[in-house]
């Protein structure tokens, strides 16, 4: 990926899913250049953080941390064991993979702009 799409790619996501996410937790921390690739960390509203890599290959979770324990934390930490390192087409679509309350919150989105309409 071409590093100035990979850079608006990264910023893009650390704006534009603070409404499915724990607001301002996207962070980026590391952009190779060389290999095209950048990763940033997040935490799911479910109370897991994970490390997605941006590049060619598309959205990736590479790795997951619960930041506390019980049942949503538990379901959500075995969906994204069984997704890693599995590329998404979309950071859209890796987070509704891995985070109901992202979909929810995505669906409940999706609807107040459809009432405008």
């Known amino acids: 990926m071409r590093i100035a799409t990979l850079t608006a790619e990264l910023d893009a996501i650390t704006r534009d899913y603070d409404y499915g996410i724990v607001p301002g937790s996207a962070t980026i921390f590391m952009i190779d250049e060389k290999e095209g690739i950048g990763r940033l960390d997040l935490t799911l509203l479910e109370g897991v953080m994970v ?14 941390s619960p930041l506390y324990s019980g049942t949503t934390v538990m379901a959500t930490t075995q969906t994204i064991v069984s997704h890693l390192n599995r590329p998404f087409e979309s950071m859209e679509n890796l987070l509704m993979t891995i985070s109901p309350m992202f979909t929810q919150r995505f669906h409940e989105l999706l609807y107040q702009k459809l009432q405008t309409v």
């Open 51 to 64: 490390v997605i890599e941006v590049g060619d290959q598309g959205f990736k979770v590479t790795s997951y």
